[in-house]
């Protein structure tokens, strides 16, 4: 990629995240309370109904740009999160999705599951 073609990129998501700006304190709001509520979640298998209903509701009142906001805003959160999860147990960021990555396709093989 050259550098007009970086600048243009950079310049395209400036002017989105520009757009998107009004949404972020209610998405914010939104990421904290789904995380607070998702978190102390002790049954696993809720987690992703809670998600759902959230991504939908917020859909229905936003639309497309409700679910970018709040694509934008959870992807900040957990880069945020990781850093600090990682700075605390003497890691590196990436070492800790190294981890995270090897866990969700060792858990995702096929190849593991049981024919019997």
Do not use: C
Request: no cysteine.
């Amino acid at each position: 990629m050259d550098k007009d073609q970086r600048a243009r990129i950079v310049a395209r998501v400036t002017e989105e995240r520009e757009r998107l700006r009004p949404l972020q304190p209610e998405m914010t709001r939104t990421v904290i309370e789904l995380l607070r509520r998702t978190v102390a979640e002790k049954e696993p298998g809720v987690v992703p109904w809670v998600n759902l209903a959230t991504i939908k509701a917020i859909q229905a009142k936003h639309g497309t740009d409700g679910i970018l906001a709040l694509s934008l805003s959870l992807g900040n959160w957990a880069a945020a999160v990781a850093q600090d999860f990682a700075r605390t147990t003497g890691h590196t960021a990436e070492q800790l999705m190294d981890f995270y990555e090897t866990q969700f396709f060792e858990d995702d093989d096929p190849s593991d599951d049981d024919a019997s």
